[in-house]
């Protein structure tokens, strides 16, 4: 089956600009995942929907990050505008339960 | 506190010889854990994960980790490295409400021929 697809795989833009991420779950998969992976840290997360809905976005700073599942099914992340500390790779995670996450590739982002 | 601290930021082997990635945890609920590894420019892939069955489990490509409630560990283990264990190793924790994946920093494995 196809994995968890995600775009652009790089992205270098200047701080505040905005960007926007993509995300394609493994079909069927109704829970997705944003992470923030630091260089040097373990991924945290950032957000998680369950189909449309969100269920945890506690670690989302809200006056810069945005996200939506439009149709359950794919989502886009949002950072507007960024600023230098947000340079780090963001993944996109689905599961069918809460145990089973499955990654995609990440985002690189570099803001100068 | 719930958290995770992997105890080696890089360790280094020879092939052939044994890999021991060390994890400890900390929480006050019966915990859910499981390594992740990822290779450079891949996602990240589950390993094996500890979910309050057997307390040694086993996962993909010859690793193991033993749940030892007492000593608040999981570490990761394989008897014979190979280089294509060479990525970075994650130790992760499903927090208490079951919502989120609470990952350490990472063990970088370097393996030399």
Known sequence: ?112 | AQSVTQLDSHVSVSEGTPVLLRCNYSSSYSPSLFWYVQHPNKGLQLLLKYTSAATLVKGINGFEAEFKKSETSFHLTKPSAHMSDAAEYFCVLLNQAGTALIFGKGTTLSVSS
């Open chain 1, 1 to 112: 089956e196809a994995g968890v697809a995600q775009s652009p795989r790089y992205k270098i833009i200047e701080k505040r600009q905005s960007v926007a991420f993509w995300c394609n779950p493994i079909s069927g998969h109704a829970t997705l995942y944003w992470y923030q992976q630091i260089l040097g840290q373990g991924p945290k997360l950032l957000i998680q929907f369950q189909n449309n809905g969100v269920v945890d976005d506690s670690q989302l700073p809200k006056d810069r990050f945005s996200a939506e599942r439009l149709k359950g099914v794919d989502s886009t992340l949002k950072i507007q505008p960024a600023k230098l500390e947000d340079s780090a790779v963001y993944l996109c995670a689905s599961s069918t339960r809460q145990t089973e996450q499955y990654f995609g590739p990440g985002t690189r982002l570099t803001v100068t």
